[in-house]
């Protein structure tokens, strides 16, 4: 069974920092684009990062640019998400996906093996 596995949420003070990490299994995903998405309670689903294969260049929309960092290791097959200056409106369902169509890298219509997700709470 193909699958990506999120984990690393939990709660955080405004200001504070997180990483979170993506697991995957049944096959290899050096290949691929791997990205970060996040659903807030009401919202749509929303672009927060993608790192490509190779030589694994990042590119992230603004709402979290300078605050959050994509890594991988294809050697285990993980990326993660390294998460600072934490705010309120980053409270989300956090999601890790692989890009399996050519197209909008911001587009989630692109991704496939979504992976269950792990919640994010930034609260004082």
């Known amino acids: 069974q193909v699958q990506l596995v999120e984990s690393g949420g939990g709660l955080v003070r405004p200001g504070g920092s997180l990483r979170l990490s993506c697991t995957g299994s049944?096959?290899?995903?050096?290949?691929?684009?791997m990205a970060w998405f996040r659903r807030a309670p009401g919202k749509e689903r929303e672009f927060v990062g993608a790192?490509?294969?190779?030589?694994?260049?990042?590119r992230y929309p603004d709402s979290t640019k300078g605050r959050f960092t994509i890594s991988r290791d294809n050697a285990n097959n993980t990326v993660s998400l390294r998460m600072d200056s934490l705010k309120p409106e980053d409270t989300a369902v956090y999601y890790c996906?692989?890009?399996?169509?050519?197209?909008?890298?911001?587009?989630?219509?692109?991704?496939?093996?979504w992976g269950q997700g792990t919640q994010v709470t930034v609260s004082s």
């Open positions: 790192i490509t294969w190779g030589v694994g260049t990042a």
């Open positions: 049944g096959r290899s995903f050096s290949g691929y684009t």
């Open positions: 996906a692989a890009k399996v169509r050519a197209g909008d890298t911001y587009d989630d219509l692109n991704y496939a093996y």
